[in-house]
């Protein structure tokens, strides 16, 4: 089945350590998406990529970076965590930006910052 | 006004009965309209999308699009325990750069 996976689904980094979470796609899509979620708030967009086009939303911490290398892969990169950095992270493709087209979610990782 | 606004709940509906959850949205020009369902530590899933005024089934589920008063509906009918997740509403929003915007989701419990 065609399918959104994120590794890895829990995933343990000590304060101010670099951390990477990855995000793969068999759907073939061009938009993919890094969403932040904490606990009782609603999915918030980091960025997203329409094929190698980057869109970083205007109150992304620059700590949060995003790597895109093919259709296939997208890389979400943590700097240096913070303890309010601590949340679920999101992938979602879709076959459209413009808000047209139904989200695809990946299982997530669930990031704990000690 | 939030841009997409839910009633949080929890809103609880006895197993087989019709659980109604509610959206409504701040922008007219709105074209997109999409309900999540995510349980609890999960990722959202999608359960609908609906485009047009009026109406959409599939299965014992019903969204519910009236653009003129600006909100969309969810309908389950034949609520069952399984149900009981956190359900998300999302909207485009053609002001916003033609992003999608989230609500924060209306808790459901379905009572065996």
């Known amino acids: 089945d065609a399918m959104v996976i994120q590794n890895p689904r829990y995933q343990v980094t000590q304060f101010g350590k670099p951390v990477t979470l990855s995000c793969s796609q068999t759907l073939n899509h061009n938009v993919m998406y890094w969403y932040q979620q904490k606990s009782s708030q609603a999915p918030k967009l980091l960025f997203h990529y329409y094929d190698k086009d980057f869109n970083n939303e205007a109150d992304t911490p620059d700590n949060f970076q995003s790597r895109r290398p093919n259709t296939s892969f997208c890389f979400l990169d943590i700097r240096s965590p913070g303890l309010g950095d601590a949340a679920m992270y999101l992938c979602?493709?879709?076959?459209?930006?413009?808000?047209?087209?139904?989200?695809?979610f990946g299982n997530g990782t669930r990031l704990t910052v000690t | 006004q939030k841009e997409v606004e839910q009633n949080s709940g929890p809103l609880s509906v006895p197993e087989g009965a019709i659980a109604s959850l509610n959206c409504t949205y701040s922008d007219r020009g709105s074209q997109s309209f999409f309900w999540y369902r995510q349980y609890s530590g999960k990722s959202p899933e999608l359960i609908m999308f609906?485009?047009s005024n009026g109406d959409k089934e599939d299965g014992r589920f019903t969204a519910q699009l009236n653009k003129a008063s600006q909100y969309v509906s969810l309908l389950i009918r034949d609520s069952q325990p399984s149900d009981s997740a956190t359900y998300l509403c999302?909207?485009?929003?053609?002001?916003?750069?033609?992003?999608?915007?989230w609500g924060l989701g209306t808790s459901l419990a379905v009572n065996p």
């Open positions: 609906i485009y």
């Open positions: 999302a909207v485009n929003m053609p002001g916003n750069n033609r992003k999608l915007i």
């Open positions: 979602a493709t879709s076959t459209s930006d413009r808000g047209r087209s139904p989200l695809h």
